[in-house]
């Protein structure tokens, strides 16, 4: 909790939360995420790690290349990068909300000054109202490309800037149970206090879009768990999925 007394939530937003599963940026969604955060900002401040970068730039781009060279995509990022700030930008200030952009390298972890760097440039913009949006720096750096969309550098963050919660949304109810996996109403792990069992519960399954399957969400927890942050595994493509995971009305995976 920051001296303001308001909590300090960090989001992640997957590529599948932000597209809701189609093959181009969701304004209503990111209008959504904009109208929870406005209805919470008097008791929570936020700070977003977005992926989405690369699926705005398909919106408007084909490169001449194969989509699969490593390349291509930072390319894809470096031009979709501005699209996508400037939907987060145009939707969340009719809402009255303040944007900013900050790219990361996992590099920047490994220096203490610029860590420290980091957190005093987040709690400026933060102090002053406005929410951070981050991603990774993908035209120099290829992790969230190679690695996982974005769950590693949410996790990091988290406990760089010592959040009280991390929710990481993503297209599913939480994690199911392996048993219920294939069944048309999979069962969600509500709670998680030791990761070594959820290891054998999970499934191969990664994102249409994103990189990151479950696999890397419980390696982002085990990040955040380390440093004694809460993180709950959310289904993004619910409208006010961040309300209701609060209110508890429905079901999500909360790893203590």
């Not at 048993?179 to 070594?196: G, H, M, Y």
Request: charged letters at 25%; a negative charge.
């Amino acid at each position: 909790m920051d001296k303001s007394g308001k909590k300090r939530i960090l989001l992640k937003i997957g590529s599948n939360t932000l597209t809701k599963e189609t093959n181009h940026i969701s304004r209503g969604k990111i209008e959504d995420i904009g109208m929870q955060i406005a209805a919470l900002k008097d008791d929570y401040e936020f700070v977003i790690v977005s992926s989405g970068a690369i699926a705005a730039a398909k919106q408007f781009v084909k490169l001449e290349a194969p989509d699969n060279e490593i390349f291509v995509k930072q390319a894809l990022a470096s031009i979709g990068q501005p699209h996508l700030m400037r939907i987060f930008h145009e939707n969340f200030s009719d809402l009255g909300l303040h944007t900013s952009q900050c790219l990361l390298s996992y590099s920047d972890f490994e220096k203490t000054e610029t860590k420290i760097n980091i957190v005093n440039t987040i709690d400026v913009l933060v102090k002053n109202s406005y929410i951070p949006i981050i991603n990774e720096n993908d035209t120099v750096s290829t992790d969230e490309i190679k690695f996982g969309d974005n769950d590693k550098l949410a996790a990091l963050t988290a406990v760089l800037l010592d959040v009280d919660l991390l929710i990481i949304a993503t297209n599913t109810n939480g994690i199911y149970t392996k048993a219920s996996f294939k069944d048309p109403n999979p069962e969600t792990i509500r709670l998680v206090t030791d990761l070594q069992t959820l290891e054998n519960e999970i499934g191969e399954a990664k994102s249409s879009h994103g990189t990151g399957g479950m696999q890397s969400k419980i390696d982002s927890a085990a990040i955040a768990k380390a440093a004694n942050i809460e993180t709950w595994i959310v289904n993004g493509l619910e409208d006010n999925f961040i309300l209701n995971a609060l209110d508890n009305k429905i079901p999500f995976t909360k790893i203590k």
